[in-house]
């Protein structure tokens, strides 16, 4: 939302522009492995560790930014809604997103791939997808009321939620990229991922990934 005014969850002209400057930004991620000069170079591209689990990590935020919110608990989105307008309940969506998502969690933490990451890559990789859960974990109530069992927000307020997820994000963040000699005091996400990893997901979301 714009500086100064209300931040509530529903659509905006300013935040659906900025939502589908970012979703091209994303999707442009996945095209620029899908348009390699040629096979070779296409397959020397996936081959590379850790290339397969970047991929399937920028889907989950594609599908995060192709949602667009009109109302408390209810939105648009492409990839999920039911078509003409694709319409589709804010806290069933959220639900089944984040079912994906800890499907990817457990999916990577039993792939050969992340092993072959560095210490750093693979903190950064589990930093995003520890994020993207976090953002899923607001359950709407109303516009501007809700709910997280992951960030206590002050009077069930959005604006609080946001202010202490974008806090938490940066020191997680900072703490991923920190080199693996510095001696940092920053506040990761620690082990969320293999806490999300050992979620119990449903039947349909067991064999996305």
């Known amino acids: 939302m714009k500086e100064g005014l209300p931040h509530v969850y529903h659509g905006s002209p300013w935040r659906t522009q900025q939502q589908q400057r970012f979703l091209s930004r994303v999707q442009g991620l996945l095209l620029s492995e899908t ?15 850790g290339g397969h689990l970047w991929s399937d990590v ?9 949602y667009t919110p ?3 608990n209810w939105g648009a989105c492409a990839s999920y809604g039911l078509p003409p307008l694709n319409l589709c ?20 933490a039993g792939r050969s791939e992340v092993n072959q990451l560095d210490s750093k890559e693979r903190g950064c990789l589990e930093c995003l997808l520890s ?3 976090h ?3 607001w359950q709407v109530t109303t516009l501007d009321r809700g709910h997280s069992e ?3 927000a002050d009077w069930c307020h959005y604006p609080s939620f946001c202010q202490k997820l974008k806090e938490r994000f940066a020191f997680a963040w900072a703490n991923a990229l920190a080199p693996a000699e510095a001696e940092v005091d920053l ?8 806490t999300m990893a050992s979620r119990e997901v449903p039947e349909g979301f067991q064999d996305l990934w």
């Open 135 to 137: 953002i899923l974990s």
């Open 187 to 194: 506040a990761g996400f620690g082990s969320h991922a293999e």
């Open 131 to 133: 994020m993207l859960d």
């Open 58 to 66: 920028i889907r989950c935020y594609v599908l995060w930014l192709e």
């Open 89 to 108: 309940w804010h806290n069933r969506w959220r639900e089944d997103l984040r079912h994906a998502v800890s499907a990817l969690a457990k999916a990577i």
């Open 70 to 72: 009109h109302a408390a």
């Open 150 to 152: 992951l960030i206590q």
């Open 35 to 49: 348009t390699a000069d040629s096979p070779q170079a296409a397959a020397e591209a996936t081959s590379q560790a």
